[in-house]
């Protein structure tokens, strides 16, 4: 039987609103105003703000510590936690460490392969993967227990989330692995960033067809374009992205100074166009290093005022 978690994020989604969540990547060093600088940007316009964990396999902040920051604001953290780095007895601490300091979302994923990042040297851990993870956190949370057996005192609870990359090759291997997310226990799915809106919609139906979408929320992710030279980036250099040809070449008939603006629009667009799709619960905005345009984009798309729910 599921445990009802105090999860803001969750009551929003359960209660039929369109969620908005965005997120925060840790500093490279030890002073907290890097998180609470960007917190305060957007902390009006989301319902809740991930904090990456070590993301690109690149060493920050740690992603409890920086929830905590966020938590003490007064804020709603989302936990993301990676398996690349810790056996299960430190995923199963850390869990527990959020909880004592009531965060009630976790995003469980695998991590980016540590050659992306400064300590190419580093060793693999994944001793869980992100589907086992999803199965221990509600595992915690459900039974109580730890995963060797014995009982907890105070279960986390926790609203449980996992990504999504409907574009990742082989596009065939998208659906059955959302659904082995579904059959471990997740409840909510952020997407990998969207551009080809066809395809997703092509993900969302399959997952549909399967009955995958009556059993998670899924919070579409959208990621505004700064110039051409970034829509090129992301199109070429990117793996698991697909940004169309006519994005490309809008951005790169649009004036340098202009640009920016541009990204904007086209990302309040693809808002606008996603509300209309089944499946789509809501919009995790990821304005990377762009925090500060997060409320025109949640404003214009007619998300602002974010509900309120008890």
Same mark, same amino acid.
């Given at each position: 039987?599921?445990?009802?978690? *105090?999860?803001?994020?969750?009551?929003?989604? @359960? +209660?039929?609103?369109? %969620?908005?969540?965005? #997120?925060?990547?840790? !500093? $490279?060093?030890?002073?907290?105003?890097?998180?609470?600088?960007?917190a305060e940007m957007i902390k009006d316009y989301v319902d809740a703000i991930n904090v990456t964990d070590n993301q690109t396999s690149v060493t920050r902040m740690c992603s409890l510590a920086a929830c905590i920051r966020l938590k003490l604001m007064g804020l709603e953290p989302?936990?993301?936690?990676?398996?690349?780095?810790?056996?299960?007895?430190?995923?199963?601490?850390?869990?527990?460490?959020?909880?004592?300091?009531?965060?009630?979302n976790i995003l469980?994923?695998?991590?980016?392969?540590?050659?992306?990042?400064?300590?190419?040297?580093?060793?693999?851990?994944?001793?869980?993967?992100?589907?086992?993870?999803?199965?221990?956190?509600?595992?915690?949370?459900?039974?109580?227990?730890?995963?060797g057996g014995g009982d907890i005192g105070? *279960?986390?609870?926790?609203?449980?989330?996992? @990504? +999504?990359?409907?574009? %990742?090759?082989?596009? #065939?291997?998208?659906? !059955? $692995?959302?659904a082995k997310k579904v059959a471990a226990g997740v409840e909510f799915i952020q997407s990998q960033c969207i551009?080809?809106?066809?395809?997703?919609?092509?993900?969302?139906?399959?997952?549909?067809?399967?009955?995958?979408?009556d059993n998670v929320y899924i919070l579409a992710g959208v990621t505004p374009f700064k110039s051409a030279g970034m829509a090129r980036y992301m199109k070429n250099r990117v793996p698991g992205i697909e940004v169309p040809d006519e994005l490309v070449k809008r951005m790169a008939d649009t004036p340098k100074e202009k640009q920016p603006e541009e990204g904007i629009n086209i990302c309040i667009e693809q808002i606008e166009h996603l509300k209309g799709v089944e499946g789509v619960h809501g919009f995790h905005v990821m304005a990377i290093e762009w925090e500060e345009m997060v409320p025109e984009i949640v404003e214009r798309s007619g998300l602002y005022p974010r509900p309120t729910v008890e």
């Open positions: 039987m599921k445990v009802k978690t *105090p999860s803001k994020l969750e009551k929003i989604l @359960a +209660a039929g609103h369109y %969620a908005v969540t965005s #997120e925060v990547g840790p !500093p $490279r060093g030890s002073d907290p105003e890097n998180i609470t600088k960007k989302v936990l993301q936690m990676v398996t690349r780095d810790r056996n299960r007895i430190a995923l199963q601490s850390d869990i527990l460490g959020a909880a004592s300091y009531d965060i009630h469980c994923l695998s991590g980016d392969h540590q050659s992306f990042g400064d300590c190419a040297q580093g060793q693999n851990v994944h001793d869980l993967d992100s589907m086992q993870l999803i199965q221990t956190a509600r595992y915690m949370r459900d039974e109580g227990k730890f995963l105070r *279960p986390p609870n926790m609203f449980v989330g996992a @990504a +999504a990359n409907p574009f %990742a090759d082989p596009f #065939e291997i998208r659906v !059955p $692995r959302l551009y080809n809106m066809e395809k997703f919609e092509l993900w969302l139906k399959m997952s549909g067809d399967r009955g995958l979408l």
